[in-house]
């Protein structure tokens, strides 16, 4: 048991000693071990659902017709796109559904940015909570995450009734059902996502340019246009498109929806590698700058 000492001059006794117990007390700000962390993750889990649930489309609810806008504007953008892809681009030649295929692609890759973008700035828009209280900041980011998710639940579910209403008469194929751990896999990727940018743009703003650049990059890269066969005569461009988990979610999910396949058990091995490796991975890269995000400034 560990003590301090004191002395306090006073008229009475100028040399009266106090003794302060300092049992039970831990420093304030200090990272815990990673098994602790990941304990106190799970404490705080009612909190996360319940903060998540209250945030959600507070975004959209600042427009008078938010209900509408939460579908219909990525379905405006599919249409755009379409039109000048599609139409004026020709991309859309040898694509069976091409419709369907573009509005999956637009949908559940603007699920997963919607992760990235999120992480930007999340550290220091949550200074004065930081500053409050002591709890783990992965929190943040859960709650964030799970907000975004619920976010987009309205558009990706009508993304995939769209598709497939644009192939009318087609029987309905049960692997439709493999969109759900599909889209969880993505959000597990996209939180990974998070915690790297959350960490990285607390110390370093600027880095939130390249992020930008980064994003339209592999937005062009992801096959959202076209299908992968169209660089099938490079064998470098085709290897180097098939590695990107943004191209090999977005084929998945097509796959299961549009052309009534399921992903092969090695595809499903690299899917769950991408989503829960990148949470491990983000989550320990998070978690190791934890006592420096009280320093961070707003």
Known sequence: MGTTQAHASTQDNP???LVVCMRGMRKLN??????????????????????ARFRAFRTAKSYHLWRFWLIAQPMLDAAMYGLIFGFLLKTSRGVEN?????????????????????????IQTSKNLIQAFSFPKATLVLSQSLRYL??????????????????????????????????????????????????????LPDFKVLISVGLRAW????????????F??????????????????LDAVRGA??????????????LASWGVGLLLVGLVFFWRAEERYINVRQ
């Open 150 to 203: 619920i976010d987009n639940l309205p558009a990706l579910l009508v993304a995939v009734f769209v598709a497939l209403g644009t192939q009318w008469g087609k029987p309905l194929s049960w692997t439709i059902i493999l969109v759900v751990p599909l889209t969880l896999l993505m959000w597990a990727f996209g939180t990974g996502l998070m915690f790297i940018i959350a960490r990285i743009t607390s110390f």
């Open 219 to 230: 937005f062009f890269s992801s096959g959202i246009f076209f299908p992968l066969e169209r």
């Open 232 to 249: 099938a005569h490079s064998p470098f461009l085709y290897d180097l498109f098939s590695l990107n988990p943004g191209y090999l979610f």
């Open 98 to 122: 091409f419709i369907g295929f573009l509005i999956l692609g637009v949908t559940f890759f603007g699920f997963m940015t919607s992760l990235v973008n999120g992480g930007q700035s999340l």
């Open 30 to 51: 200090v990272r815990p071990s990673l098994p602790l962390y990941i304990a106190q993750l799970w404490e705080r889990r009612n909190f996360i659902v319940t903060d």
């Open 257 to 270: 929806v549009l052309y009534s396949t399921a992903p092969s058990l090695a595809r499903w091995l690299t």
């Open 15 to 17: 040399t009266e000693t």
